[in-house]
């Protein structure tokens, strides 16, 4: 009994296995059946996954790895053609491009002009080149390879000027020869690295092989790559980005580097190139220097310089205005007179001929005069030849009406002439209104350089004909062109010049201004006519006149004794060489006393 249950309960065990078995041979028969389908999701799936990942790892690559692309050089100098050189200055890369002929590096006149010597001067109208040495002239011509020194011919290997249309472009070798300055060219792309600024920089030294980059970024192109160990200049132009340094490099690049590529700033001195800077030297007189002008408008006039000169007490020198600019071609016409000279001379007081561009101001030109070397030159020859012929002690140029435009031809007429001066030992003096924005050009610093003496005009302040009254020369308005020219001229080169003249002020109801100069006696006179007490003015260091008569208005700031002490205080207090005074014959006989108590 036992046994036959046993036999039956395996017997349902064995169905049941057996209908187990049927059952996942039937659900292996399902899967079979569903299987292509689920493999083509499946398959789908997995592509979509693969593609997302490649895109998103490429995206990833994209924006995290550095390009490798290369910059277009010639786009990054701007090179038009193959004979276009780029030039940079120390660490600027100007808009101007040089040339590259035949292996050598020329610069526009103009280039150098504004970056590396401004004493050189390019007559456009001669296609002359020229630079002046202390005692000599130097002149090159378009197109040759010989050039003059003190008129001795010398010659190059290579053409040292070359014209291209409205343009000349100097040889950098010729340059070289009178500027301080080092340089490194590189041909595919043409370019030129001019240094001359020298002493310690700040350098960085590429950690690895390290690529330099057109703009802050790895994915900026590729200017040029620096090797392991080579040092980078920095620069500290530009704006600041993390992680990054604005460099340039020892090939002449300007672009950016990683930080973590290069090591922290370092110090790197340049030197500086042998080279002997020109000397030129300067009349210094051991004195201070008391001089006034004396206005000479014909040859009687010259007569009166006896009573002038009678009335003065410690004057050392005189300035008679002799010397005209009479046409556009540098002929002058002269009023020297020798009987002048001999006086003076018997009353140990110098004469430094004046020189002024005012009497045919409608009719001549200074742009046309000092623009050409050949009126330059002649101009020189006719003031020397005269300075020679009378025995003046010195010039003094008063030129009024230079402009932008005649400046730097100007300029160079001072350069010129003072070789002449130095070689024949005649001062040369260069009068200049109070530095403003609006006569900088008159460039008192390359005066300072080859005149001998500077002298301010530190007078009208308030013109004759200015649309309001005003002070001739207020304490402060003489104070400012003092400190002002200081900054461009040694203090043992600068006179200032103090009026003698007050100008008597009428504005009428209507609002027009008329003016009077007058002496100081006739100002004087003036007050007192008007039954009016001048009154000290603390502000302009003047005395200080006002009435109302019949609707207009009269003004007076007065120069006299205490207003000419003020300003000789000044001329103590800044050290300088001297004073000048405008003119002789309108000041009081006392005023000489007091010149002489800070003027010695």
Request: no cysteine; charged share 30%.
């Given at each position: 009994?036992?046994?036959?249950?046993?036999?039956?309960r395996e017997e349902r065990r064995k169905k049941r296995t057996q209908n187990t078995g049927d059952r996942k041979k039937r659900s292996r028969k399902r899967r079979k059946r569903r299987n292509p389908q689920q493999q083509m999701v499946l398959i789908i799936v997995l592509l979509i996954l693969a593609v997302s990942s490649a895109i998103v790892g490429k995206f990833l690559y994209d924006k995290y790895s550095p390009s490798k692309e290369l910059a277009d050089t010639e786009e990054y100098f701007n090179l038009q053609n193959d004979q276009e050189i780029a030039v940079l200055i120390n660490d600027q890369m100007i808009e101007d491009k040089g040339r590259l002929i035949d292996g050598r590096v020329y610069l526009n006149v103009e280039t150098v002009y504004q970056y590396l010597n401004s004493r050189f001067y390019w007559d456009a109208s001669e296609n002359l080149y020229l630079y002046a040495l202390p005692t000599e002239l130097v002149s090159a011509?378009?197109?040759?390879?010989?050039?003059?020194?003190?008129?001795?011919?010398?010659?190059?290997?290579?053409?040292?000027?070359?014209?291209?249309?409205?343009?000349a472009f100097v040889a950098l070798d010729f340059i070289n020869k009178y500027t301080n300055f080092t340089y490194e060219y590189w041909e595919d792309p043409n370019h030129v690295h001019i240094v001359n600024e020298f002493g310690e920089k700040d350098v960085v030294t590429a950690q690895k092989k390290v690529q330099v980059r057109y703009q802050a970024g790895i994915k900026s192109p590729i200017l040029t790559t620096a090797d392991k160990g080579s040092t980078i200049f920095v620069l500290e132009e530009g704006e600041e980005i993390d992680g990054w340094t604005r460099v340039l490099t020892k090939d002449g690049y300007i672009g950016y580097v990683r930080d973590k590529q290069i090591s922290s700033v370092l110090k790197e001195t340049l030197e500086e190139p042998e080279f002997s800077e020109p000397v030129y030297t300067n009349i210094v007189k051991d004195h201070t220097i008391n001089l006034s002008w004396h206005q000479v408008t014909n040859k009687d006039a010259n007569e009166n310089i006896y009573r002038v000169l009678a009335n003065t007490k410690g004057i050392t020198t005189v300035s008679p205005t002799w010397f005209f600019l009479s046409d556009n071609d540098g002929n002058i016409e002269s009023l020297a007179d020798q009987d002048y000279v001999n006086y003076c001379h018997q009353n140990n007081v110098e004469v430094w001929g004046l020189v002024e561009d005012i009497k045919y101001k409608d009719t001549i030109l200074d742009f046309e005069i000092f623009s050409k070397t050949t009126s330059r030159q002649r101009l020189v020859n006719n003031l020397i030849a005269q300075a020679i012929q009378y025995g003046l002690d010195g010039l003094n140029l008063d030129?009024?009406?230079?402009?932008?435009?005649?400046?730097?031809?100007?300029?160079?007429?001072?350069r010129e002439l003072s070789i002449m001066c130095r070689l024949n030992g005649i001062v040369l003096s260069v009068d200049n209104y109070v530095p403003a924005e609006y006569n900088k050009f008159y460039n008192r610093a390359e005066q300072g350089v080859f005149a001998d003496y500077v002298i301010i005009m530190g007078y009208d302040e308030t013109p004759g004909n200015s649309e309001t009254a005003g002070s001739v020369a207020s304490i402060g308005f003489v104070e400012n062109g003092i400190e002002n020219t200081l900054k461009e001229v040694p203090k043992e080169k600068v006179i200032n010049a103090i009026p003698f003249?007050?100008?008597?002020?009428?504005?009428?109801?209507?609002?027009?201004?008329?003016?009077?100069?007058?002496s100081m006696d006739g100002a004087d006179q003036k007050a007192v006519n008007n039954s009016i007490e001048p009154v000290w003015d603390e502000t302009s260091g003047q005395y200080y006149i006002e009435l109302e008569y019949e609707g207009s208005?009269?003004?007076?700031?007065?120069?006299?004794?205490?207003?000419?002490?003020?300003?000789?205080?000044?001329?103590?207090?800044?050290?300088?060489?001297?004073?000048?005074?405008?003119?002789?014959?309108?000041?009081?006989?006392?005023?000489?006393?007091?010149?002489?108590?800070?003027?010695?």
């Open positions: 009994m036992i046994r036959e249950e046993t036999e039956e011509q378009v197109g040759s390879s010989d050039y003059s020194v003190a008129k001795a011919k010398q010659s190059e290997d290579y053409v040292i000027l070359r014209a291209d249309g409205d343009y030129m009024e009406f230079i402009n932008e435009d005649s400046a730097r031809g100007y300029v160079q007429f001072i003249y007050t100008r008597f002020w009428r504005t009428d109801e209507n609002g027009e201004v008329t003016s009077e100069a007058l208005i009269y003004q007076m700031w007065m120069e006299e004794e205490r207003s000419i002490e003020e300003k000789l205080k000044l001329i103590k207090q800044y050290e300088l060489a001297g004073v000048a005074s405008w003119r002789l014959g309108y000041e009081r006989a006392g005023i000489w006393d007091i010149i002489l108590r800070y003027v010695n």
